[in-house]
């Protein structure tokens, strides 16, 4: 069985608004909520958790009543590894994890089912976009060193794991000091090889006024 976290727990302080980035309006509807429908319509999906804020739960619970793969909605952390963490305890018997980012709603069905045969495969993968700009490693405004671009790829979600390996890694992740910004690092923490398939350009995180409008013009286009 496959399941979903869905993280919805941020208050988007980039994007300079009162409500929080999750439930600001897309075509008439909740960016979180499109995100869901792409997880509820996928096949190869059977189940969503989803984490969200408690000072947001009752929008949040409006949102998920139109899901039925919806079978939990839990309270996330300040961290984003705390969200995760909270939604991996309530997964039961799961053979594959997938955590996804509550504002990445253009998500296709189709690289969310190549996710899940990825991390069946291999244990671990994430989709992730080639850089295209030269990348500068910078300190206090001063390069420190200009990166190979070949080997800079750029993240997204979902990333998919075998249930055991992410909660392995989760669980050690609560005796270590340091702040990991996706679940992949802390699989890489373990020795263990994360697989990286080609991402999708339209897959986009949405956290700034900039990236709303980039939004709104690629619903325009479905």
């Known amino acids: 069985m496959v399941t979903a976290i869905i993280v919805a727990a941020g208050i988007g302080r980039r994007m300079g608004s009162e409500l929080p980035k999750q439930f600001l309006s897309l ?3 909740p960016i979180l909520w499109h995100t869901l429908a792409r997880f509820q319509k996928c096949v190869a999906v059977k189940e969503i958790v989803l984490v969200v804020n408690p000072f947001w739960e009752k929008e949040s619970r409006m949102i998920a009543a139109e899901f039925s793969k919806i079978v939990n909605i839990v309270y996330g952390g300040g961290r984003r590894q705390e969200s995760v963490w909270a939604g991996l305890k309530e997964v039961k018997e799961s053979e594959i994890v997938l955590v996804h980012d509550g504002v990445r709603p253009f ?5 969310i089912e190549t996710v899940v045969e990825g991390a069946s495969k291999w244990g671990a993968v994430i989709p992730a976009l080639p850089a295209k700009e030269t990348v500068k490693w910078v300190e206090n405004n001063i390069i420190k060193k200009t990166l190979p671009r070949h080997s800079i790829w ?7 794991f075998k249930y055991d390996v992410l909660k392995t890694a989760y669980i050690k992740a609560q005796t270590e000091p340091l702040e990991f910004t996706d679940d992949a690092s802390l699989v890489e923490q373990l020795g263990i090889a994360v697989r990286v398939i080609p991402g999708e350009p339209q897959n ?9 409008q980039w939004a709104e013009s690629l619903l325009l286009r479905e």
């Open 27 to 29: 075509k008439g509807k």
């Open 204 to 212: 986009i995180k949405i956290t700034t006024p900039e990236d709303l």
């Open 107 to 111: 998500v296709s069905e189709s690289l």
């Open 154 to 160: 750029l993240a997204q979600t979902p990333q998919g």
